[in-house]
């Protein structure tokens, strides 16, 4: 890594150097930080099936249904002022400091499009070889969710997609345990905006006035590298811009409300140098 320049004026792409004292807090890519400890079932990366005493721990979708299930009427009048935008503006927060990738194919779809097909994790195994990652892939990148009998939603089915993260070595420098990774810079920088890497930065300027890229009726651009949506699907920041429309929107709204700035910037800055 190259050293800091103590005189840049502003902050790297990747959150390098953010911190002059320890570069590489923060930047993208490096290992996540625990409060806490992991506690793998094999001490190395495996998830925990098993409680302390041995029994199995229920499924993730049983908790969820016991701590969100069914409303209690008395509690309605905490939240009734809590719009939809909470929720939205907390999934694009998040998307600013934390991303922990999984393992894709070169067209950046999923190594593994459903886990909870029979054999998913043994194709895993086998499409995996000569994959690039931090470390060795894992022999099993699917941990499926049983759904519970009786589900009032995922009705007839019986499991849950989902599949593992990148495993990456510690911050120790050893493969045991494991850690994963964040593929984003750590801070509140709108890296979701403008991306975790120059290139990436480069890639969303239009290189006019400042203004970022954008197409149409002042919608976001198009990246037609990416075939997971029915239509062309947009370019932002962060890799997950497609993942659903209200995210969606709010990559639009930020790349304009960036723009407004540069617009107004470029119309001010020629009367303020008079």
């Known amino acids: 890594m190259a050293p800091c320049d103590v005189w840049s004026p502003y902050r790297t792409p990747s959150g390098v150097c ?11 890519p490096t290992q996540m930080r625990r409060f806490l400890p992991p506690v793998y079932q094999d001490g190395i990366g495996l998830p925990r099936t098993k409680s302390v005493s041995g029994a199995d721990l229920p499924s993730a979708r049983f908790i969820s249904l016991i701590v969100h299930g ?3 009427p008395s509690d309605i009048p905490k939240y009734e002022d809590i719009t939809h935008m909470f929720m939205q503006w907390g999934h694009i927060t998040d998307h600013d400091i934390t ?31 000569g994959v690039r990652s931090f470390v060795p892939i894992m022999a099993n990148p699917c941990f499926p969710i049983p759904v519970p009998p009786n589900d009032p ?27 994963q990774i964040n593929a984003i810079t750590a801070f509140v920088d709108s890296s979701n905006v ?22 149409d009726f002042n919608l976001l651009p ?12 947009f ?3 962060d890799t997950r811009r497609n993942e659903q429309m209200g995210l969606t929107s ?11 700035i540069a617009r107004t910037h470029t119309q001010v800055q020629p009367i303020l140098e008079r």
């Open 70 to 72: 069914a409303s209690d």
């Open 18 to 28: 953010n911190n002059l004292a320890n570069p590489r807090w923060g930047k993208a």
């Open 235 to 237: 370019d932002a920041g």
């Open 222 to 233: 198009t990246d037609e590298k990416e075939d997971v949506c029915d239509a062309p699907c």
């Open 153 to 179: 939603v995922f009705i007839g089915r019986t499991c849950l997609n989902f599949t593992r993260s990148i495993q990456g070595p510690n911050l120790q420098c050893t493969n045991a345990p494991v850690e």
């Open 99 to 129: 991303h922990a990738p999984v393992l894709t194919r070169p067209v950046r779809k999923p190594l593994l499009l459903n886990c909870c097909l029979e054999g998913a994790s043994v194709a895993a195994s086998a499409a995996s070889v």
């Open 194 to 215: 403008y991306g975790s890497s120059k290139e990436e930065s480069d890639n969303l300027r239009l290189r006019v006035d400042g203004l970022l890229n954008f197409t």
């Open 250 to 260: 709010m990559h639009t709204l930020l790349m304009r409300e960036h723009n407004r």
